[in-house]
């Protein structure tokens, strides 16, 4: 079972990225699916998560209105559209899936996740 994240980039503030996280060893559309993010010198932290039961989605207040998650089950991929990006931003994105339905309280907590992606550096910068 592995994750697998991808697309992360140098770009100035206010372009978009798309990441991806690709699935080998099981299907996406059975899990929760989440993404994470940690600058240097802090606490790794939730972004976005989409649940695996009725498709509700979390966003961070950081974020919100800028970052969309997205999961293709066909291609057993999920997606962090990042549109307006900024300084703030910078930071290594992980995906991480769990085979259950997560609450809000839970799904910011890094021991709530099973399966972690190695991480994509995602740096805003002029």
């Known amino acids: 079972v592995q994750l697998q994240a991808s697309g992360g980039g140098l770009v100035q503030p206010g372009s978009s990225l798309r990441l991806s996280c690709a699935a080998s060893?099981?299907?996406?559309?059975?899990?929760?699916l989440g993404w994470f993010r940690q600058a240097p010198g802090k606490e790794r932290e939730a972004v976005s998560y989409?649940?695996?039961?009725?498709?509700?989605?979390y966003y961070a207040d950081s974020v919100k209105g800028r970052f969309t998650i997205s999961r293709d089950n066909a291609k057993n991929l999920v997606y962090l559209q990042m549109n307006s990006l900024r300084s703030e931003d910078t930071a290594v994105y992980y995906c991480?899936?769990?085979?259950?339905?997560?609450?809000?309280?839970?799904?910011?907590?890094?021991?709530?996740?099973?399966?972690w992606g190695q991480g994509t550096l995602v740096t805003v910068s002029s």
């Open positions: 991480a899936a769990d085979r259950w339905p997560l609450t809000i309280r839970d799904l910011k907590r890094v021991e709530s996740w099973t399966y």
């Open positions: 060893g099981f299907a996406l559309d059975k899990y929760a």
């Open positions: 989409i649940d695996n039961s009725d498709g509700s989605t």
